[in-house]
């Protein structure tokens, strides 16, 4: 990154696609097949996505899909 990017200072968000918890969990689960029973909870909602906007207008960084 110092190398492409010499001016680029501070902090900034990465992120994937983006992805619940529920989705996330039950990919994990797939993944390393863990066999676990993941039940979807959906009476409380919060959005805590990370926003990597800055850091890819900056850089060109393109957002890497799921599996």
Known sequence: MLENFPRLSGLYQLASQKINKYELLKLINRVYGCQVEIKQKSDYL???????????KLTGFKKPEWL
Request: aromatic share 10%; hydrophobic share 25%.
């Open 46 to 56: 919060v959005d805590k996505s990370l926003n990597c906007e800055l850091y890819s």
